[in-house]
């Protein structure tokens, strides 16, 4: 079974939206998760404009609570995808050794393999902000799935 581990600052915007979407291209013999670099949401459900633009998709994340990043999930996932460069830089400061590091990965590198580019961080901006990072994160999620379900 693989475990896959999505990764945004406060867990309530971009890594749950992922996390549901990855989800639903998967079978159930995946395992994913999410979590963030902060621990502001701890406890929290997603942001409601996450939740909105999920629904709008067919996906419900409501259920979804934050949780911060810990050293440990380097044991449990063999794959964590990170939405920014802070992101991959904190999650990193937390590595023990390469092999916790070479499980790091900019989830837009599988669209644009090796530009680590971001997904923006939408909490402060609209709610077109939100429907932005859900377009990216389905394309790159679509790619995740198919890699993994393919086996290549």
Do not use: W
Request: charged share 25%; aromatic share 10%; glycine share 8%.
């Amino acid at each position: 079974m693989t475990k896959i581990l999505m990764v945004c600052l406060g867990n309530i915007c971009r890594s749950p939206l992922a996390e549901g979407i990855l989800k639903s291209k998967l079978p159930d013999s995946f395992t994913v998760d999410s979590a963030g670099t902060a621990n502001y949401h701890t406890g929290n459900q997603p942001d409601k404009r996450s939740i909105a633009v999920g629904r709008k998709y067919g996906l419900d994340i409501s259920n979804l609570k934050g949780r911060q990043f810990k050293v440990s999930d380097f044991d449990v996932f063999e794959l964590i995808y990170v939405m920014d460069e802070s992101n991959y830089n904190n999650v990193v400061k937390l590595a023990r050794n390469d092999k916790d590091i070479s499980k790091v990965k900019f989830i837009l590198n599988e669209v644009y393999p090796n530009q680590n580019y971001d997904v923006p961080d939408p909490y402060y901006g609209g709610d077109q902000g939100f429907e932005n990072i859900y377009k990216m994160l389905d394309e790159a999620c679509l790619i995740i799935a198919n890699t993994l379900i393919s086996g290549k």
